[in-house]
């Protein structure tokens, strides 16, 4: 580690540990000398009383006074000037008791806002951990492992399975297979050919491959995104108390009404009596009190914010930036669909793949096989299983030959294959080929799917007063694109390198506060960048979670959300706090100029202000009425048996269509068993789930949602799957009665199957989004 770097963090955490020391002395001191002098007072010893008030007094003026010169040095005068004046006044004039009230409240008001303000060292541990420190280094002795730093351009490189690729480079073997999602947050492994620019930072996903070696290791990719975050990190400027914001009118205000005082009256005790009620322990207090009161109620929601500026900073946001992968989207690849050659069956196809790649570690296996799992297919052990780095898996599968992978793109394939790789291409997925005895027989197509609470959560901060949400992504613009207009989202910059993505920050902070929310190691530089730094820590990295001012511990975005309205809330409520304490002082301070008030009334009226200060910021404890809705748990029950019958389900959905494309293709007996197969499960399986969500799904939500009414559009779809389904049930009969399908029934036939598959599609979407993603 560099050692300037190690004697920085120090420095940090001696301070900050120093600092959190002094506050809790100060109160704990401060209190025990106004106890102690109450009790001497009460006991006729009022000599020992003004000792221990005057001690207490004197012993919160000094550390006030070393905050007051650190405020100055910082361009800006706090609020702890006044306290520092009332101090001294109440010390020159013998109100001792005066001073020990005030020297309690500052220093209940530095704890407070110690416990608002602490922040978590930005350290970027886990970004150095991922890069590498060594790399084998090939030449005419042999492959040698050395020491990173002694690789120069034009090094011959050999990059290992599983290791990390050491510098940028060129590909020198045919191929290489690589995981470069801690560089762009794209999950789906990507094929360099030979020839091709690697990465540094990228993880072999394949087989060794060979490099040439194109910069060294400080002008690599990866040694660059660590620089920036560093970078970033130091330019981060300090957020400025709300406190302070107010006193700048405050101060000279109470300074010159307490001049006023003492030059028309004579008497220093009125001037003294001023600033006591001037204490602008309003400002100390309820800042502080609504913004940990902010603090607890996010932790509750899952949402970590790691100091009081960064709450108030998130209050005051209007522009939003979105990483994609794992943000937006699920960070993981999931099963798209299941396409079969004529006359296979896409269950089939799905099953026998899955039961080849039970074994695999392969990422796209996992997901084939989950999905497999999901939809309750038996899977048959596989045997003779070998995988080909790069391709796919091999092996057998019920006594027959069974590949699923990558094919030669130059291979001949038939039409339905070609509507595959349009598709895939139109869709942003990757294509999992299968092949049985040598004959392809299916296609599994995977992406990285919208996570379903993106709508819902892009809706909320619209509401909430974000004006503008804009994409930032290194994933390919056509997928990016996609999920911009889904979510009908502001801007879309896609490719970007990490250094890319800080510019953007830069350039938007110039415009708005602005908030970025990420989850990968790319993503840690611009998140120390932005005023306010959200990383998905639940599933994201360390490095992203280190480098930001929030953390959502929960895998869901809809706590962006939460932590907004949490967040303009909390500062809402302080403002009103703060200033409300502020004009009740400012009739106090009048009434002292005019001397009704004397000093140690004064501190005690100052006292009763800041108990009503305190209870009105106390309410930032409680959910506002725009925070996520609350659900009863058997309507949470009821989502989460649903949402399970939805993936269930999609084995219905596969067949509506299958036997669209069937009856297009060739109208014979063939496909008007598909479609007698597809109305046998719309009736077994999707109609009764249809009717159960009407009947105890949708009641149980209407309270929540405000009302019948908020369902009566999915209601809807409910009667149009219906219709849809008893005609195409009519169909069937009429195909039985004839012996065969008319010509005239093949074009509303087909129109049904086509309709009632897109309508399913699309209510099965909504309700994911609009009602699933509430539960918790």
């Known amino acids: 580690m560099n050692h300037s770097l190690l004697v920085a963090r120090l420095r940090r955490a001696t301070a900050a540990f120093a600092s959190s ?245 004579g008497s220093a005790v009125r001037a003294v009596a001023v600033l006591v009620v001037a204490t602008p322990c309003p400002l100390l207090l309820a800042a502080p009190v609504a913004v940990v009161s902010g603090l607890s109620r996010a932790a509750r929601r899952g949402v970590i914010v790691r100091d009081g500026g960064a709450l108030e900073n998130l209050g005051r946001a209007r522009t939003l930036l979105l990483d994609k992968t794992g943000t937006l989207t699920m960070g993981h690849p999931c099963v798209l669909d299941v396409v079969a050659a004529p006359g296979q069956v896409p269950t089939e196809i799905l099953r026998v793949a899955a039961s080849l790649d039970q074994f695999s570690p392969h990422v796209l296996a996992q997901a084939i096989v989950d999905t497999a799992r999901n939809r309750k297919l038996g899977l048959s052990p596989p045997a003779d299983v070998t995988e080909e780095p790069g391709r796919g898996a091999r092996g057998r599968v019920d006594g027959h030959r069974v590949f699923i992978g990558r094919q030669n793109p130059a291979q001949t394939r038939p039409a339905w294959a070609r509507a595959v790789d349009n598709r895939a291409l139109l869709d942003g997925a990757t294509v999992a080929w299968l092949t049985v005895d040598e004959r392809l027989t299916g296609a599994v197509l995977l992406h990285d799917p919208l996570r379903h609470d993106a709508p819902h959560t892009v809706r909320r901060l619209r509401a909430a007063g974000i004006d503008r949400i804009v994409m930032l992504t290194g994933d390919r613009a056509a997928t990016a694109e996609e999920v911009a207009a889904v979510l009908g989202l502001d801007g879309v910059r896609a490719q970007l390198s990490p250094a890319e993505k800080v510019a953007a920050v830069r350039a938007e902070r110039e415009l708005a506060v602005t908030v970025m929310v990420g989850d990968g190691v790319n993503d840690a530089p611009a998140l120390s960048t932005a005023d306010i730094g959200v990383a998905m820590g639940a599933r994201g990295s360390t490095a992203s979670s280190e480098a930001a001012d929030i953390v959502l511990t929960t895998d869901r975005v809809d706590r962006l959300a939460d932590a907004v309205v949490i967040a303009q809330r909390s500062r809402r409520i302080a403002v009103q706090s703060a200033l409300g304490g502020l004009l009740l002082s400012l009739a106090a301070m009048s009434a002292a100029a005019f001397g009704l008030i004397q000093p140690a009334i004064g501190a005690l009226l100052q006292e009763c202000i800041d108990v009503a200060v305190i209870l009105n910021a106390l309410r930032a404890l409680r959910a506002g009425p725009s925070e996520q809705l609350v659900l009863t748990p058997t309507a949470e029950a009821l989502i989460r048996r649903f949402a399970a019958e939805h993936d269930d389900l999609q084995d219905v959905l596969v067949s509506v269509r299958v036997a669209a494309e069937r009856l297009s293709s060739a109208p014979d007996a063939t496909a008007v068993a598909s479609v007698e197969e597809a109305h046998r499960l719309l009736t077994e399986r999707l109609l009764p789930h249809e009717y159960a969500e009407e009947r105890q799904l949708y009641p149980a939500l209407a309270p929540a949602l405000g009302g019948p009414g908020a369902t009566a559009t999915m209601s809807r779809a409910h009667t149009e799957i219906g219709r849809l389904s008893r005609r195409i049930a009519t169909h069937l009969r009429l195909a039985r009665t004839n012996g065969s399908l008319a010509p005239e029934q093949l074009d509303d036939l087909r129109s049904c199957l086509y309709g009632l598959h897109t309508v399913l599609r699309l209510h099965f979407t909504q309700e994911e989004e609009n009602y699933f993603s509430l539960a918790p």
């Open 21 to 265: 020391r002094l506050e809790q002395g100060l109160l704990a001191f401060t209190t025990a000398a106004l106890v102690g002098g109450g009790a001497a007072y009460f006991f006729g010893a009022g000599g020992i009383a003004d000792l221990f008030w005057g001690l207490g007094t004197v012993f919160a003026i000094v550390p006030a006074v070393g905050w007051v010169l650190a405020a100055l040095r910082r361009g800006h005068a706090g609020v702890d000037l006044i306290a520092v004046l009332a101090l001294g006044g109440t010390l020159a004039v013998g109100e001792y008791l005066a001073g020990a009230l005030i020297a309690l409240m500052l220093a209940t008001g530095r704890a407070l806002e110690e416990a608002a303000h602490r922040r978590a060292s930005h350290d970027l541990d886990a970004l150095r951990a991922h890069a590498p420190h060594s790399a084998r280094r090939r030449t005419d002795a042999g492959v040698v492992r050395v020491p990173l730093s002694e690789i120069v351009v034009g090094d011959a490189v050999v990059v290992g399975p599983g290791e990390a690729v050491p510098v940028d480079g060129r590909v020198e073997s045919a191929e290489a297979v690589l995981d470069e999602s801690v560089l762009t947050g794209e999950p789906l492994q990507v094929t360099r050919s030979r020839g091709e620019e690697a990465r540094s930072g990228a993880i072999n996903a394949g087989g060794a491959f060979a490099l040439r070696a194109a910069a060294t290791e400080q002008d690599s990719t990866y040694a660059g995104i660590v620089r920036l975050a560093q970078q970033a990190d130091a330019q981060s400027a300090p957020v400025v108390r709300l406190a302070d914001r107010y006193a700048a009118w405050f101060l000279p205000v109470a300074l010159a009404a307490a001049g006023l005082a003492w030059l028309v009256s």
